[in-house]
Structure formats: structure tokens, C-alpha cells
């Protein structure tokens, strides 16, 4: 039962984040962002200056896998890359202005969304997901702190 109940959740979680990428990619006019640059862009405006290594470690990524996902940021204007006056061999990634709104913008347009199909729920719903926000964070938090281990 509780697997059950496992594959249940997940597979909701799945669908409700596919379809929200979806429904935000439709009406671009800027060509789409794949899923491992925007995680990357939301880590860099969480932790401005973070270096490629520390995102990697922080994405679960190779580390030469963030720095082809920073090359090409900075090609298109989304990403700089300072150099470290502590290391100059090292970078410091800060968010560009395109990106700053670009993430404001995917922010709006997702809470629009939600929020609008929130609304079709009737309040005992609403009320059940609400209540379900903690344990969901939770769940987040202990998956986060397995992956860090690995």
C-alpha cells in the first residue's frame, strides 16, 4: 500500500510539473529555456556570485556539464561570469538584467497559472493542499539532503 501510495505522489508531482512547463513554454517569443539552465539561473539568483563548481556540486551535475550550461548563458546574455579576485582562476556567476526578467516574468506567468487552476478547485481542495504544503516541503528537504550524500 504505501508503495502504491509512493508511486501515486510522484507520478502527481510529474505530471503537475510537466504541465506547468507546457503550458508557460506556449507564447514564448524568446526561444525556450531548458530545464538545467533555468535551475541554473534560480541557483545563481539565490547564491549571486556562486562559482561553476559549487553549482555543479549544488545541481548534482558534472562539473563540465555546468560550465557548457554557463558557455552558452553567457553567449545569450543571461549569465556573466566575473572573475574571482580572491582566485583569478576562478569565476563568479551573476544574473544579467535579461535574466533578472526573464525569471520575474516565468514567475508571474507560473503563479498566473496555478493560480487560475487553483480556483476551479472548490475550498475543501484548495484547504487539502494548503494543509499538504508542509509535509511536500518536507519531502523536498529530505530528498534534497539524500542527494547531497551521494
Known amino acids: 500500500m504505501e508503495a502504491d501510495f509512493s508511486e501515486e505522489l510522484a507520478d502527481a508531482l510529474v505530471r503537475i510539473q510537466r504541465l506547468i512547463r507546457r503550458r508557460l513554454r506556449s ?16 541557483l545563481v539568483e539565490a547564491r549571486p556570485g556562486i562559482g561553476i563548481s559549487d553549482a555543479a556540486r549544488a545541481l548534482h551535475l558534472a562539473g563540465n556539464s555546468v560550465s557548457t550550461l ?24 551573476q544574473l544579467t538584467e535579461a535574466a533578472e526578467k526573464r525569471l520575474e516574468d516565468w514567475r508571474r506567468r507560473r503563479a498566473e497559472l496555478v493560480g487560475r487552476h487553483l480556483s476551479g478547485l472548490d475550498e475543501a481542495d484548495r484547504a487539502a493542499l494548503r494543509a499538504a504544503l508542509p509535509a511536500l516541503r518536507k519531502l523536498a528537504a529530505a530528498l534534497h539532503e539524500e542527494a547531497e550524500d551521494l
Do not use: F, Q, S
Not at 514564448?28 to 535551475?39: C, D, I, K, S, W
Open 27 to 42: 507564447g514564448l517569443t524568446e526561444p525556450r529555456l531548458r530545464g538545467a539552465e533555468v535551475e541554473l539561473l534560480r
Open 70 to 93: 554557463v558557455n552558452g548563458l553567457v553567449r545569450d546574455g543571461r549569465l556573466a561570469r566575473e572573475t574571482d579576485p580572491a582566485d583569478r582562476r576562478a569565476a563568479r556567476l
